[in-house]
């Protein structure tokens, strides 16, 4: 799988742009070939709102970027704020027994690496942090993103609440020591709420 995240900051209204999402880009995205699914999450408190399309290759995201960019500028015409854009593989999706509900909260971590260890980390997250996160009470689901080109990734995890995340966070200081260990750097996190999943 392939993704395309879409990050507006200074967003004026968290609550129209989820209109947006729902009744024009998700209907828009539906018909384009490889679409697999589209999320939304947002920090009302910042201005901060992403946009996440799931598509089944590289091939089918590349080839809805027309579409997408026509999107995201009528969406920034009405909304305002500065838009950066992400493109992923996908290497990790899991989730949990717990469906998200209204109070569900997204932790997004920045991460990098020498591309030539991607597999090899990619394996330790699988058979080391991914299960840890799932033992935690409120695990929802954990999804991690690579750009194999550069090493750059983002690994995104959310809890029912904000009192699994706290936990979550006070536990994920060990996998970072673990993972430093291994040439992980980190870069910037942020938690932002579910806003909407198609």
Do not use: C
């Not at 989820?18 to 679409?35: D, M, N, S, T």
């Not at 689901?141 to 995104?156: A, F, N, Q, Y």
């Amino acid at each position: 799988m392939h993704v395309r995240v879409s990050t507006s900051t200074g967003t004026a209204n968290i609550d129209e742009a989820v209109q947006i999402v729902k009744e024009r880009i998700l209907p828009a995205v539906r018909e384009q070939r490889g679409f697999v699914t589209l999320s939304a999450s947002g920090d009302r408190s910042t201005g901060r709102f992403t946009v996440m399309t799931v598509w089944e290759t590289a091939a089918d995201r590349d080839a809805s970027e027309g579409l997408a960019e026509k999107l995201r500028s009528e969406g920034m015409e009405t909304l305002g704020g500065e838009m950066h854009v992400e493109r992923f593989e996908q290497v990790v999706f899991e989730r949990g027994e717990i469906p998200p509900g209204p109070a569900a909260k997204l932790h997004i971590r920045e991460v990098k690496m020498d591309p030539a260890t991607v597999d090899d980390n990619l394996i330790f997250f699988k058979e080391t942090v991914v299960p840890d996160m799932k033992a935690m009470p409120g695990f929802i689901g954990v999804r991690s993103l690579i750009d194999r080109k550069t090493g750059e990734g983002r690994v995104g995890s959310v809890w029912a609440d904000e009192e699994s995340l706290k936990r979550q966070l006070e536990k994920s200081a060990q996998r970072r020591a673990m993972a430093g260990e291994r040439g992980i750097e980190f870069g910037d996190d942020y938690v932002s709420d579910i806003l909407f999943t198609s």
